[in-house]
């Protein structure tokens, strides 16, 4: 039997090939994991959506508030304002008043 013998030096370059597989393997999976994992990109993308979102909910709540505010100012510096918002609010009427009241039109399905 003729057989070969295996030196370091023949070893060597097999070795190599194999570390370099074994490297590139491993790459993958963490790039596939960087993708396609609970954290990955998807992920990412996910909440940055998430964010945005929020942040344009955060603007709209701050230009309300703002109007609120504005508002609330207005009423405080004029009274008139303020009788007619009590009154409005708390459906009250000064003696000798008359309101009217006209029933909602309800809207049948399928009329516009």
């Known amino acids: 039997m003729v057989g070969r013998t295996v030196t370091p030096d023949s070893l060597q370059p097999v070795l190599?090939?194999?570390?370099?597989?074994?490297?590139?393997?491993?790459?993958?999976?963490?790039?596939?994991?960087?993708?396609?994992?609970?954290?990955?990109?998807?992920?990412?993308k996910e909440k940055r959506q998430q964010i945005e979102m929020l942040e344009a909910e955060t603007e709209t709540l701050k230009q309300s508030v703002e109007t609120l505010r504005r508002y609330n100012q207005n009423?405080?510096?004029?009274?008139?304002?303020?009788?007619?918002?009590?009154r409005k609010n708390l459906e009250m009427m000064r003696p000798g008043e008359m309101e009217f009241r006209y029933p909602k039109e309800q809207v049948k399905p399928g009329t516009n």
């Open 75 to 86: 009423i405080k510096k004029d009274p008139d304002a303020q009788q007619l918002e009590i």
């Open 16 to 44: 190599k090939r194999f570390g370099y597989a074994v490297g590139m393997v491993v790459l993958f999976g963490y790039v596939a994991m960087f993708i396609a994992g609970p954290q990955g990109y998807r992920s990412l």
